[in-house]
């Protein structure tokens, strides 16, 4: 008879004393006692043995005593935990415990939804497709409606340059030209009609493959989901649709949105298509790079937009936890999740977030907050806070946007950063993704994945069985904490600036909902950038060669709970200052 991965998990014990039973125990049973000569009582086939074994991995150590009345137990947990692993739990079953960002008795403010974007200075349409297609949203939606070109031209420019370029950084799992031109005709008759659906109208875009569309594959990047059609859209899908957007297709993502590997490529940084672009948002921001398509849609859970948008160059806005609906995208970790833009120009950002923002019944983790964004031309009135060492751990890059920063007259104070470790609330994430693809590990289908090293989902999702339910409980009131004190710490800064990745500032700000502006700053020579495979995407991986690359470096900035606002404001003036988003990658 066969044994299969679903058999021996059924087989560990409940809580974080899991450990050793399965094959372990049934060795013990043979054994009638302990050197100790305490007797090895069985409860068929979880042993002292067992459970001594299984300390070690939570660092506990009880009494044979206490081990012998544990064992009375055991084995009911372990039928209660079989007919739990029977009960079948699609992907959007979400927890009766959901994240909320907002501390109790501190406001975040209302916000009635508004949108005022600078004004776009009168230009021509410009002779070349490559100039029109990087183009900011703001300025094709202004030719759009001077009437000198059509939607259904500036998409057609686009699924154009999808065929000349993707097959060189796999940025697109699924083309949709059908699609696009049926929403890009619909739009121009809008637009005649007197119909203006807003800065989007128009506008192509591409989505990634996390978010259900009705009848077009949402393949989640992984093999065991290739063919996956979903019956309805996502609800962001809807959103856009009703803004007047042009779907161009289904960007690529990591699979079960981890790195830049899925089933099909690996998806590449335009700026040195040797290297990967990071992950797991990567070809939304691959795609955005290489003037693919006018914006993108990407996710994060723990750097999937900030990443990619550093490794490719893009400006990406990771909004406030609970802004956008998550309802219709795969689930990877409950409380972590969040949908976002990544576009070519801070401003754009705004213009998307208008149009996805919003409460949703069917996201149980959804905020009932507006979003309001008014183009500022003078930001000085506003303060921002830094960490020294940040800065003085960085390169020159981080330095000059700092320099840039400053000059923009604003009041630059020291940030009173957490000063502790919290790098255990990463467990938050592997353990909600063992748990949202749990059916993947029981029942072998993880060996699908293409990914397969100790850092992948597969060996993750394993060792999370292994994470104790008391100690996470204890670990998620730590994030309890560190929500205190960065909500303590925003109080009187308007945002907060510095690289992506320092002083543990990615983890920390998703772990307690901040949002993240991630913009171009300037550029580095660096080697290729070999595969990892961390959350992070890879931002410090090994390198390989000699050869060195011009390649795109980036710098963030964070606000309060729903205040992106302030720093899209702020981002967009610095975006000025530092004058570097107009380059291209070479060859696109």
């Not at 989901?225 to 609800?235: G, L, Q, T």
């Not at 699979?255 to 290297?275: C, H, K, Q, S, V």
């Not at 990071?278 to 849609?297: D, E, H, N, R, Y």
């Amino acid at each position: 008879m066969t044994t299969n991965r679903r058999d021996l998990l059924r087989g560990a014990a409940f809580t974080g004393m899991v450990a050793g039973a399965g094959s372990l125990a049934a060795c013990d049973a043979r054994a009638p006692s302990m050197t100790d000569g305490t007797a090895n009582t069985s409860t068929d086939g979880i042993t002292r043995t067992t459970l001594v074994e299984a300390e070690k991995l939570q660092s506990l150590s009880f009494t044979d005593a206490e081990r012998a009345l544990m064992l009375d137990d055991l084995e009911g947990r372990l039928s209660q935990l079989a007919l739990l692993r029977e009960i079948e739990m699609p992907n959007d079953l979400a927890p009766a415990l959901t994240f909320n960002p907002k501390l109790p008795g501190k406001s975040v403010g209302s916000q009635k939804n508004s949108l005022s974007l600078s004004p776009v200075p009168e230009a021509p349409l410009p002779d070349n497709d490559h100039d029109i297609a990087f183009a900011s949203i703001a300025q094709q939606g202004a030719w759009l409606r001077a009437g000198v070109i059509t939607s259904a031209a500036l998409t057609e420019i686009y699924l154009d340059r999808i065929a000349e370029h993707d097959d060189r950084l796999n940025a697109y799992i699924t083309v949709t030209p059908e699609v696009a031109r049926e929403q890009a005709f619909k739009a121009d008759a809008d637009f005649r009609d007197g119909r203006d659906r807003g800065p989007l109208h128009g506008i192509p875009y591409g989505l990634k493959d996390l978010a259900d569309t009705n009848g077009i594959k949402t393949t989640w990047g992984a093999t065991p989901f290739k063919d996956r059609i979903p019956d309805n859209d996502a609800e962001v899908v809807r959103k856009l649709n009703r803004a007047g957007a042009v779907m161009l297709g289904k960007t690529s993502c990591g699979a079960i949105a981890y790195g830049d590997l899925w089933f099909g490529a690996r998806t590449r940084n335009p700026w040195n298509p040797e290297e990967g672009s990071s992950g797991s948002s990567a070809g939304s921001a691959s795609a955005m790079a290489a003037g693919l398509c006018s914006f993108a849609i990407g996710t994060e859970t723990l750097g999937s937009i900030v990443s990619p948008s550093e490794r490719c160059g893009a400006t990406g806005l990771r909004p406030t936890f609970g802004r956008v609906s998550r309802a219709g995208f795969m689930a990877l970790c409950w409380s972590l999740d969040k949908v976002g833009p990544i576009c070519r120009r801070v401003e754009d950002t705004a213009a998307v977030l208008s149009a996805i923002n919003g409460y949703d019944a069917d996201d149980p983790g959804a905020a009932r907050v507006g979003f309001s964004y008014a183009a500022q031309s003078d930001v000085s009135s506003m303060t921002v806070g830094y960490v020294p060492a940040w800065f003085e751990d960085g390169d020159a890059v981080d330095r000059k946007a700092l320099d840039a920063m400053r000059s923009l007259g604003v009041t630059l104070k020291e940030f009173a950063w957490p000063d502790y470790d919290f790098s255990i609330l990463r467990d938050a994430v592997v353990v909600e993704a063992a748990a949202a693809f749990s059916e993947l590990t029981l029942s072998d289908r993880d060996d699908e994945l293409v990914w397969q090293e100790g850092a992948a989902w597969p060996n993750s999702w394993r060792k999370a069985r292994f994470v104790s339910a008391v100690d996470y409980v204890q670990g998620d009131r730590l994030r309890r904490k560190l929500m205190q004190d960065i909500g303590a710490a925003f109080e009187g800064f308007d945002a907060l600036v510095g690289p992506h990745f320092a002083g543990g500032v990615l983890l920390a700000t998703n772990m307690t909902g901040h949002p993240q502006l991630a913009l171009r700053a300037g550029y580095a020579q660096t080697p290729v950038r070999r595969r990892g495979g961390g959350p992070l995407g890879d931002s410090t991986a090994g390198v390989g060669g000699v050869e060195t690359f011009r390649t795109p470096r980036g710098v963030s900035l964070w606000g309060d709970l729903f205040q992106e606002g302030k720093i899209i404001a702020l981002g967009a003036a610095l975006e000025a200052a530092l004058g570097v988003t107009d380059d291209r990658p070479p060859g696109f």
